[in-house]
């Protein structure tokens, strides 16, 4: 099974830290997304691992073996560059087939590789264009075949689908998990979009600021997040500031909020997905304020709505008759709110950059 | 008051057209026509190549070809390390690099000669009191290969700059050694760098002629039969012998422009194993590009400063400090015309005016082909027919072949501002004019200064033009010339040499240090080390 594992892996350009003390591992047959804001050190990571940076310490293995001495071109990785590195002097298929020469490999397997790579790509009858005739979506393509064609089990992709269009994007993340799946690869896909790497990936690693965040599934980093941070990036969150009052419940101007999970701190955040929010009045966790502002995606809307000057976000599709300067109460569910501490930081937490 | 509006409205209508006549005029009338004027020779009778002539010719090719092979075999690693390594002070690397462009050749000439021709040379470190080569083809290729090894170093590393890293990123992991990744992928994309500097190279060394002078003895070269030809007022041979040059120049420069688009390196033959073994004699590579950097370029260019200087007399003769002074009016003259022109220029060039920038793109190049001597040779016949004064001829002289010196980089930099700058500036409002002024100069103005810096230092520096040209007033390379080649050599022209030694290396220091601060704002990736 071909793993990927890294030890506290550390790249410093100049006096920048790029990535700073980072250790993980993926299992053979995983598709890992690796998430963050740009400048985050996402491709710095991933560069270190197919061999293009040298590490400023740390430790990586492929497969078990350390491959920190090992130079890229014997590494036996596929990358796929953030806006393709096409050969601009050769055609379609001298691209593709750039990989397997380089390995050794006979004229006539060349050709068979070629030909089978082109065809799952669908490119098969525009092998003879140079890239630059090519469109978009096309180059994305072309760039994943050469890819392909090294036969290597362990994929890095560098933002495959940034520079596409929002359609043609979606369409070609269902065709990369679909292709690494039915060819059993390791994939780390690099994205700074939270859907795209929700829709793809079995695992998320989030990072910032050249640490990682949090390595987890898709349905815990959106359900269990472990900073405000993330709650924030992956998906929407409000936050609120709050005082203890009991081991269960905390105040917020006046009312009181009843939580599933043990308060530990005095001062905290709480959190809450938009769209857990209800237009009710029930027992509790009731809070009324007015309708500022209201934007409409189709099958919802989301309101956001004024308490004691705190803007909190509602998406609901049940919004009859709703308008801007309504007054309104909403309802908190206890256990789908989120408990974080140190309210302090709260601000420098959630920045991106 | 009526009229007044008249013209008004005529100027906003036209004036533009108007500029770009004028400067179109100019740049045919001043700088283009006057270079090829000697073409008109070519039909008069008495063109006859004897020996002597197709002699001097041969022996020209020969020592172009072997210094543009001996230029590109270590200009390419050269290129390669100062574009794509991380090295110390390597704005002074570059500096020193590119120093023997803007020296004055016969300043270069003479501190070549006492390192490898004189007595207290090269060998004199061993203890031995003689010269290593005599005067000769063997001096003349040494002293080319000093000039005209930045020209192919910088067209090289220009051209490796362009290149997205990405590319080679992408090779290596598909699994070539880099010496693969350089062969297939590297150098099919900076071919055309290599080859326009492999092409500047090739017609330098052709068409040098104060320097190769001083260094020749008795063999002589085209450039130098020209002189002797216009010595003797044979100017129909003079001007065979130019025409041949020029037209073999400009046919090299059509050629080699085919070639670029033709020629392609085959990837389907790898050889990863010989190819990967070849990565570790890396090593040997640089070693011996930097002995080559060291001990052909850059000692024997210094020499003259390591040589005289425990021999300095701070007494200019009044004869050399009038030559400086004319040679410094000249060039400031020269420049400060040439840059009113290259502005407009530039643009027409930059931006396709009247679907004629290539064209004259192509007639700038023209003019950097034409070998010196030929040139000075054609500008003096040309202007003489208009009885003007000497000054103003050598004026004229240098107006014409540093002009291209200016345009180009002015040219590179107009192209390289994003049109949309322009456009938003207009509807933000400005006039064209001032759309020029508050976008396009600042962006541009390292371009503009490296064009004064290095059309000033052209003009200041030029021997064969004119020595072609002039009559009784010298300009300071000319003097040297003269008072080297009389073995009058003494301690004032040595100083001479010295001083203008210096003056060209705080240029060019001014020079680098404005490109950097160009690039900073420019390009904010910087190249990483690789494994």
């Known amino acids: 099974m071909p793993d990927i594992e890294v030890v506290n892996l550390t790249k410093v350009f100049d006096s920048v830290v790029a990535v700073d003390n980072v250790s993980f591992k993926i299992s053979g047959r995983e598709y890992v997304a690796l998430l963050g804001p740009s400048g985050c050190g996402k491709t710095t990571l991933l560069k270190m691992i197919a061999g293009h940076y040298a590490p400023t310490s740390g430790q990586i293995f492929?497969?078990?073996?350390?491959?920190?001495?090992?130079?890229?071109?014997d590494r036996n990785i596929g990358f796929f560059f953030q806006n393709y590195a096409l050969f601009p002097h050769l055609t379609v298929e001298e691209n593709v087939s750039y990989g397997p020469i380089m390995r050794g490999i006979g004229t006539n397997n060349v050709e068979k590789i070629v030909d089978d790579v082109l065809k799952t790509v669908k490119l098969s009858q525009w092998k003879d264009y140079l890239p630059r005739y090519l469109s978009g979506g096309m180059q994305q393509r072309v760039?994943?075949?050469?890819?392909?064609?090294l036969g290597s089990k362990i994929i890095l992709l560098d933002e495959p689908l940034n520079a596409l269009d929002a359609k043609i994007g979606a369409m070609l993340r269902y065709e990369l998990v679909k292709?690494?799946?039915k060819m059993g690869l390791t994939v780390i896909h690099v994205t700074p979009d939270q859907e795209e790497a929700m829709e793809v990936a079995d695992k998320i690693i989030v990072m910032k600021k050249g640490r990682i965040v949090q390595f987890d599934t898709d349905y815990n980093i959106y359900n269990h997040p472990s900073t405000p941070f993330v709650a924030h990036f992956i998906g929407e969150s409000n936050f609120i500031i709050a005082k203890r009052v009991s081991n269960f419940s905390a105040k917020f101007n006046n009312t009181i909020i009843?939580?599933?999970?043990?308060?530990?701190?005095?001062?905290?955040?709480?959190?809450?997905?938009?769209?857990?929010?209800l237009f009710e009045k029930k027992k509790q966790n009731n809070l009324e304020g007015v309708i500022e502002n209201i934007n409409f995606f189709g099958e919802t809307k989301r309101f956001e709505i004024n308490?004691?000057?705190?803007?909190?976000?509602?998406?609901?599709?049940?919004?009859?008759g709703l308008k801007v300067g309504d007054r309104v109460f909403i309802h908190l569910p206890p256990e789908h709110i989120m408990i974080f501490e140190n309210p302090e930081k709260l601000y420098d937490e959630l920045k991106i950059e | 008051m009526i009229s007044m509006g008249w013209l008004d409205n005529f100027l906003k209508k036209y004036g533009s057209l108007i500029m770009y006549l004028s400067v179109i005029l100019f740049f045919m009338l001043i700088v283009f026509i006057p270079p090829i004027y000697v073409l008109s020779y070519a039909f008069e009778e008495g063109f006859v190549l004897d020996s002597v002539a197709k002699t001097s010719i041969i022996l020209s090719f020969e020592i172009a070809i072997i210094v543009t092979l001996v230029c590109v075999i270590f200009g390419l690693p050269t290129a390669w390390i100062l574009a794509r390594k991380r090295i110390p002070y390597r704005l002074w690397v570059d500096t020193l690099i590119d120093l023997p462009l803007v020296v004055p050749t016969a300043v270069l000439g003479i501190s070549i000669w006492l390192f490898w021709g004189s007595d207290y040379g090269l060998l004199n470190l061993f203890g031995i009191t003689t010269g290593l080569f005599s005067k000769g083809p063997m001096l003349i290729i040494l002293l080319h290969i000093v000039f005209t090894f930045p020209y192919v170093v910088r067209s090289i590393e220009a051209a490796i700059y362009q290149i997205d890293m990405a590319h080679e990123e992408a090779a290596r992991v598909l699994g070539a050694p880099s010496f693969t990744v350089f062969r297939t992928i590297s150098l099919p994309l900076f071919k055309s760098g290599l080859i326009s500097g492999a092409i500047l190279a090739f017609t330098r060394s052709l068409s040098e002629t104060g320097a190769t002078m001083m260094v020749a003895g008795l063999s002589q070269t085209a450039p130098i039969l020209v002189v002797t030809y216009k010595k003797a007022n044979d100017i129909t041979s003079a001007a065979a012998v130019s025409i041949i040059l020029i037209i073999t120049a400009v046919i090299l420069l059509l050629i080699t422009k085919l070639l670029t688009i033709r020629v392609s390196i085959p990837i389907k033959r790898a050889y990863p194993i010989l190819e990967r073994k070849l990565v570790k004699y890396n090593i040997y590579r640089d070693t011996l590009t930097i002995v080559f950097i060291a001990l052909i370029i850059l000692i024997p260019t210094f020499f003259i400063v390591i040589s005289g200087i425990n021999k300095l007399d701070f007494n200019i003769g009044s004869v050399l400090l009038k030559s400086i002074l004319i040679s410094f009016l000249i060039a400031f003259f020269a420049t400060v015309i040439n840059l009113i022109f290259a502005l407009p220029m530039g643009n027409i060039i930059a931006r396709d005016k009247?679907?004629?920038?290539?064209?004259?793109?192509m007639l700038n190049d023209i003019i950097l082909l034409v070998p010196t001597s030929a040139l000075g040779l054609s500008l003096g016949l040309f202007w003489k027919n208009f009885a003007l004064n000497e000054f103003l001829i050598l004026i004229l002289t240098h107006i014409s072949f540093s002009f291209p010196y200016i345009v180009k980089p002015i040219a590179a930099s107009i192209s390289g501002v994003d049109q949309n700058l322009i456009e938003a500036a207009r509807s933000l409002g400005a006039t064209p004019l001032r759309a020029f002024r508050t976008v396009t100069y600042p962006l541009i103005k390292p371009a503009i200064?490296?064009?004064?810096?290095?059309?000033?230092m052209r003009s200041l520096s030029e021997t064969g033009a004119t020595l072609a040209v002039s009559?009784?007033?010298?300009?300071?390379?000319?003097?040297?010339?003269?008072?080297?080649?009389?073995?009058?050599?003494?301690e004032k022209a040595i100083f001479t040499c010295i001083l203008l030694f210096l003056l060209s290396f705080i240029f060019i220091l001014i020079l680098k240090k404005t490109e950097e601060r160009g690039n900073a704002r420019h390009r904010s990736s910087k190249p990483d080390q690789s494994l």
């Open chain 1, 307 to 320: 308490v004691h000057n705190t803007i909190i976000s509602v998406r609901t599709s049940k919004y009859s």
């Open chain 1, 179 to 181: 292709i690494s799946k």
């Open chain 2, 449 to 456: 200064i490296a064009g004064i810096i290095m059309g000033f």
């Open chain 1, 62 to 73: 492929i497969d078990k073996k350390p491959v920190n001495e090992i130079p890229p071109e």
């Open chain 1, 143 to 149: 760039a994943l075949a050469r890819t392909l064609a």
């Open chain 2, 354 to 361: 009247f679907h004629t920038g290539p064209i004259f793109d």
């Open chain 1, 258 to 277: 009843n939580i599933d999970r043990e308060i530990k701190t005095e001062n905290i955040v709480l959190a809450i997905r938009p769209e857990k929010i």
């Open chain 2, 471 to 490: 009559e009784k007033i010298k300009t300071i390379p000319v003097l040297l010339v003269e008072i080297f080649n009389k073995n009058q050599f003494d």
